[in-house]
């Protein structure tokens, strides 16, 4: 009997603990569920760079600068910031306004992913963009596919076309898919060590072909069209089906370096559409960039006479379903320390 109680206790609790955790669970998720339907799931955030240095010098100089010499600096940059608004105010032509920045980032993956992004970026600066302003695009990326990366370069395209100056900044690395984006701007600029370049195409699989038959394993494909599939990771490839394959790797490289020429027609495509990649100093040498500069002291210099602008778009849902996931993955842990099936 005693026996008995004790199990029929550790049951009792075990269905308590878990009645109460999924209580828990059904009411975060019921609150995320009404925030998100509250939410558009979406949002462009705007940061004002001109600040956010400003308040960094000050606090600099908090440090540095002794009492009455913090008050004149306080003082000067009271009098500088009420000219400025002053100016701003009386300032009625579009014409003669203080010009504007608008810096984008692209940190680059293998699928270009960040390419909804920066269309919604773009879109966004596009409708109000006077003639004056320009784009600062930070790219970092080491390339990846071609669908993805022509089509961010191809909206990189949109703010050209429209007449607005458009700079690209690599501070790491712009290569492959990545130069084809760096490509359109009217300038680039790279730091020192910065890889630049890599105008070339790549395509490679693994082929298991003989694996399989030596555990007596069939693989079957049928297609229609003659190179509907040319290579295959599990059937036997042929010589005719690597010829079309090296034919289509050709002709994606000539479409890059076509490209290329386009965009920058100072470059010597013989010399540098190898495949081959350069640091930022070679890459100068070779007009595969217009300057060495990092992008901060591009900022940093720009903010004197512009209003500079950090535009960042994000999905707000993603990271609803990124919670809900991990919320998930925590109670199942739970359930599986528990023991409850």
């Given at each position: 009997m005693h026996e008995f109680l004790l199990e029929y206790g550790l049951f009792l609790a075990k269905t308590v603990t878990w009645v109460v955790a999924l209580a828990v669970l059904v009411?975060?998720?019921?609150a995320s569920v009404q925030a998100a339907r509250e939410d558009s799931g979406e949002r462009l955030e705007v940061k004002n760079i001109n600040d956010r240095l400003r308040r960094l010098a000050e606090v600099l100089n908090a440090e540095l600068l002794d009492g009455p010499a913090q008050k004149r600096e306080r003082k000067r940059r009271k009098a500088e910031e009420k000219t400025r608004?002053?100016?701003?105010?009386?300032?009625?032509?579009?014409?003669?306004?203080?010009?504007?920045?608008?810096v984008l980032d692209f940190q680059g993956d293998l699928q270009a992913s960040r390419v909804g992004a920066l269309r919604e970026e773009i879109s966004a600066l596009l409708q109000v963009a006077r003639p004056a302003d320009e784009v600062l695009l930070r790219?970092?990326?080491?390339g990846g596919v071609v669908h993805g990366y022509g089509l961010a370069a191809s909206q990189l395209k949109r703010i050209r076309d429209r007449g607005l100056r458009l700079t690209a900044a690599v501070d790491k690395v712009a290569a492959s898919g990545g130069y084809l984006?760096?490509?359109v701007a009217d300038r680039i600029l790279a730091a020192p060590f910065a890889i630049v370049g890599s105008i070339?195409?790549?395509?490679?699989?693994?082929?298991f072909n003989?694996?399989?038959r030596r555990n007596d394993i069939d693989f079957e494909m049928h297609t229609a069209g003659e190179f509907k599939r040319t290579?295959?990771?599990?059937?036997e490839n042929t010589d005719a089906a690597r010829a079309k394959f090296q034919e289509e790797l050709d002709q994606t490289h000539s479409l890059f370096k076509d490209f290329v020429a386009g965009n920058r027609p100072q470059v010597a495509l013989a010399r540098v559409a190898t495949g081959e990649h350069w640091y930022g100093t070679q890459a100068m040498e070779l007009q595969l960039i217009d300057e060495i500069r990092t992008s901060d002291d591009y900022l940093l210099e720009r903010a004197k006479d512009a209003d500079v602008f950090e535009l960042h778009y994000r999905l707000r849902?993603?990271?609803f379903e990124q919670l809900l996931s991990g919320i998930l993955g925590a109670v199942s842990q739970w359930r599986a320390r528990s023991g409850i099936m």
């Amino acid at each position: 009997m005693h026996e008995f109680l004790l199990e029929y206790g550790l049951f009792l609790a075990k269905t308590v603990t878990w009645v109460v955790a999924l209580a828990v669970l059904v009411a975060m998720i019921g609150a995320s569920v009404q925030a998100a339907r509250e939410d558009s799931g979406e949002r462009l955030e705007v940061k004002n760079i001109n600040d956010r240095l400003r308040r960094l010098a000050e606090v600099l100089n908090a440090e540095l600068l002794d009492g009455p010499a913090q008050k004149r600096e306080r003082k000067r940059r009271k009098a500088e910031e009420k000219t400025r608004r002053k100016a701003a105010k009386a300032q009625k032509d579009d014409a003669a306004q203080r010009p504007r920045l608008f810096v984008l980032d692209f940190q680059g993956d293998l699928q270009a992913s960040r390419v909804g992004a920066l269309r919604e970026e773009i879109s966004a600066l596009l409708q109000v963009a006077r003639p004056a302003d320009e784009v600062l695009l930070r790219l970092e990326s080491p390339g990846g596919v071609v669908h993805g990366y022509g089509l961010a370069a191809s909206q990189l395209k949109r703010i050209r076309d429209r007449g607005l100056r458009l700079t690209a900044a690599v501070d790491k690395v712009a290569a492959s898919g990545g130069y084809l984006m760096a490509c359109v701007a009217d300038r680039i600029l790279a730091a020192p060590f910065a890889i630049v370049g890599s105008i070339g195409v790549i395509g490679q699989m693994p082929n298991f072909n003989r694996l399989l038959r030596r555990n007596d394993i069939d693989f079957e494909m049928h297609t229609a069209g003659e190179f509907k599939r040319t290579l295959t990771m599990f059937g036997e490839n042929t010589d005719a089906a690597r010829a079309k394959f090296q034919e289509e790797l050709d002709q994606t490289h000539s479409l890059f370096k076509d490209f290329v020429a386009g965009n920058r027609p100072q470059v010597a495509l013989a010399r540098v559409a190898t495949g081959e990649h350069w640091y930022g100093t070679q890459a100068m040498e070779l007009q595969l960039i217009d300057e060495i500069r990092t992008s901060d002291d591009y900022l940093l210099e720009r903010a004197k006479d512009a209003d500079v602008f950090e535009l960042h778009y994000r999905l707000r849902r993603k990271r609803f379903e990124q919670l809900l996931s991990g919320i998930l993955g925590a109670v199942s842990q739970w359930r599986a320390r528990s023991g409850i099936m």
